[in-house]
């Protein structure tokens, strides 16, 4: 098992940034792929960037267009989410994943979840 907690959600206007952490626990957090999703009310869940087990490859959302940044720590277990030019259209509920597919966009490739942590982006 591998556990997950969200942190670093809050309210932002737009333009501004914001710093999501995830920490992990439980099994070699290095062993994983790491990812970042998102849901608004009324959506589905999407894919927002994922990372490689070393940290060394990084994929991103379409959306994301160079705003966001997914960054691993292996030695602290934690996997950062670093979001610059923020818009109302970005806010929703930011869940991290774990898998052992590095690099997947879907959803089902990720085992382990948090339990998110709410980003909202005034105008």
């Known amino acids: 098992q591998v556990q997950l907690v969200e942190s670093g959600g809050g309210l932002v206007q737009a333009g501004g940034s914001l710093r999501l952490s995830c920490a992990a626990s439980g099994r070699t957090f290095s062993d994983y792929g790491m990812a970042w999703f998102r849901q608004a009310p009324g959506n589905e869940r999407e894919f927002v960037a994922a990372i490689s087990e070393s940290g060394g490859t990084a994929y991103y959302g379409h959306f994301t267009q160079g705003r966001f940044t997914i960054s691993r720590d292996n030695v602290e277990n934690t996997v950062y989410l670093r979001m610059n030019s923020l818009r109302p259209e970005d806010t929703a509920v930011y869940y991290c994943?774990?898998?052992?597919?590095?690099?997947?966009?879907?959803?089902?490739?990720?085992?382990?979840w948090g339990q998110g942590t709410q980003v909202t982006v005034s105008v």
């Open positions: 994943a774990a898998g052992v597919r590095s690099g997947s966009s879907w959803y089902g490739d990720y085992a382990y």
